[in-house]
């Protein structure tokens, strides 16, 4: 490009913009000036003409390169991106608990060389967003999301951070539940507890992994027990972490001692059957309590026998939801009983039936001559089988048959379960509808074992199984909270979250941090929550 120059009469000078191209002259050995295209006056130069002659030979050479003939360069340089609006969503959940405070009260009297509630708090979240080990947890926070920390975090800030936690698990656990109950106003009349199991993976026992009854289906490692009490709106009150071997029965005392001192004494404890006992009854009494339990209707007790035989109309309260109250004993034997009968549970447990009488039909016929010794193992392993086993009998002779009197028996339980309650203010249909919400702790032990990967137990020290529970613990609270206030499922809302990412530009200048544009779903899910959006920029570093 050049340009040439041309003084007019009146003095003034125009100046004309022209394409060229140097051509060597063969005759005299130097170059001359070829003209190619004439723009035209400076002045009135066509602008648009030249923007598109430019964007049409930047087509032949790399965007960089066309920036460097244009004499610019890259404003900024893209870095990296990660994940931000998850752990934003539940950092704010965390503030909003106060949990920050609760661990700075507790930090009054330590001194550390690292942020120690920011190394909780990542446990906590990577549990809920990307659950890893306590190494994959450090790499986690510097490279695979932006969780907003001040400071680096090491793997031995967490294992320090785990250590603290521990050590002051009770104030801590008391502080949270508080803080939730006032928050959101929680109705803790009513109380849902509920064990399980989860395993470690080692053969070894020690005082805390014990081989026991396996709900993981893992009997043949070590595990430990843990007891849960979630409120009706399926919040966790608090956990508890037993040995493996810890009977159901045997953890009621010591759920209603720990919390004596929270003031939950006066409530109304749901449990299953497995905690139904003379002395837990006793213990759930204790000043002033109350319970609902369920109660095993195949046992031998008196009272039950005597509550399901009792004669009288169900009277239907809900859809496949009927109910029949019983009262067995006077006095101080007093008992309360409700039946509760779903039709639609009842047409189940008779189906399922047939199919097992007629497997056991079938098996019986292929078995042939009970004498022959080839038999024998086949025929104890069919005697002890769990469903099958209770519907046969073995004659003098050692034939085998269906126990018809067991049939009569199990159809006249089909659709039943037997509950039995201490509160006589509540209703059958409020002590019935009452234990079907038991299922909000199955659905909290669901969402530990598999959301946030409770299991299996990698752990050495039984400490850090503590802690690690613990961890757990405060991880499921911020996501039932997250769930009861938005309506949606925490595998719904994760991933929607985590679309709004963080990116990292770089110039000369220095660095900027700066978030992608929120769908409408994020914002409907913090406008739920009642979160502010995060900023657009959230950093600015300038070079010096």
Not at 70 to 82: H, M, N, V
Request: net charge positive; aromatic share 8%; glycine share 6%.
């Amino acid at each position: 490009m050049r340009t040439i120059s041309r003084k007019n009469k009146d003095g003034s000078t125009t100046t004309y913009v022209q394409l060229a191209h140097n051509v060597r002259d063969p005759r005299s050995g130097f170059a001359r000036a070829r003209v190619l295209y004439t723009f035209g006056r400076a002045d009135y130069l066509d602008l648009g003409a030249i923007r598109r002659l430019v964007r049409s030979l930047c087509r032949f050479i790399s965007p960089e390169d066309a920036l460097e003939a244009q004499g610019s360069t890259p404003a900024l340089r893209f870095i990296k991106s990660a994940p931000l609006g998850g752990a934003y969503l539940l950092r704010h959940l965390w503030e909003r608990l106060g949990l920050q405070t609760v661990l700075a009260k507790a930090l009054k009297k330590r001194d550390f060389g690292f942020t120690v509630e920011w190394a909780i708090f990542a446990m906590v979240a990577n549990r809920a967003l990307a659950p890893d080990s306590k190494r994959g947890v450090e790499e986690w926070v510097s490279e695979d999301v932006s969780l907003g920390n001040p400071e680096p975090i090491s793997l031995q800030h967490l294992y320090r951070a785990m250590d603290f936690l521990l050590e002051h698990e009770e104030s801590i656990r008391k502080e949270v539940f508080f803080a939730t109950a006032d928050l959101f106003n929680l109705e803790v009349d009513l109380l849902f507890f509920d064990t399980t199991t989860t395993y470690a993976e080692c053969e070894e026992e020690d005082d805390l992994r014990r081989y026991g009854h396996s709900k993981d289906s893992r009997p043949d490692r070590p595990q430990i027990v843990i007891g849960l009490a979630v409120t009706k709106e399926g919040l966790p009150v608090r956990c508890w972490v037993l040995p493996g071997n810890t009977a159901d029965m045997a953890t009621v005392e010591r759920v209603k001692s720990d919390l004596r001192g929270w003031k939950l004494s006066r409530c109304i404890w749901v449990m299953d059957r497995g905690m139904s006992s003379e002395a837990n009854r006793i213990v759930l009494q204790k000043a002033g309590g109350h319970y609902i339990l369920g109660e095993k209707l195949r046992d031998s007790w008196a009272a039950h026998k005597e509550a399901l035989s009792f004669q009288g109309r169900r009277r239907k309260v809900r859809e496949n939801l009927e109910v029949k109250e019983i009262v067995v004993g006077d006095g101080e034997r007093r008992r309360r009983f409700v039946l509760v009968y779903n039709p639609e549970q009842a047409k189940k447990d008779r189906a399922t039936r047939e199919k097992t009488l007629k497997r056991i039909e079938e098996t019986i016929l292929a078995l042939g001559d009970p004498e022959v010794a080839s038999h024998k193992k086949a025929v104890c392993a069919l005697l002890s089988h769990r469903s099958m086993g209770r519907y046969i009998r073995q004659t003098k002779t050692g034939k085998l048959r269906i126990n018809q009197a067991k049939v009569q028996e199990e159809e006249s339980l089909d659709g039943k379960y037997l509950l039995s309650s201490s509160d006589d203010t509540l209703s059958p249909e409020d002590i019935a509808l009452a234990y079907k919400q038991l299922m909000e702790v199955e659905r909290a032990f669901r969402t530990l074992k598999t959301t946030l990967e409770l299991r299996p137990l990698y752990h050495r020290k039984e400490e850090r199984i503590r802690a690690h529970v613990l961890l757990c613990y405060l991880s499921l609270l911020l996501v039932r909270i997250a769930e009861r206030e938005t309506g949606e499922t925490w595998d719904r809302i994760r991933p929607i979250m985590d679309r709004c990412h963080l990116g990292e530009f770089s110039s000369k200048d220095g660095r900027i941090f700066q978030r992608t544009e929120l769908s409408s779903e994020q914002v409907n899910i913090l406008n739920r929550l009642k979160l502010a959006q995060p900023p657009s920029v959230t950093n600015v570093r300038i070079s010096a």
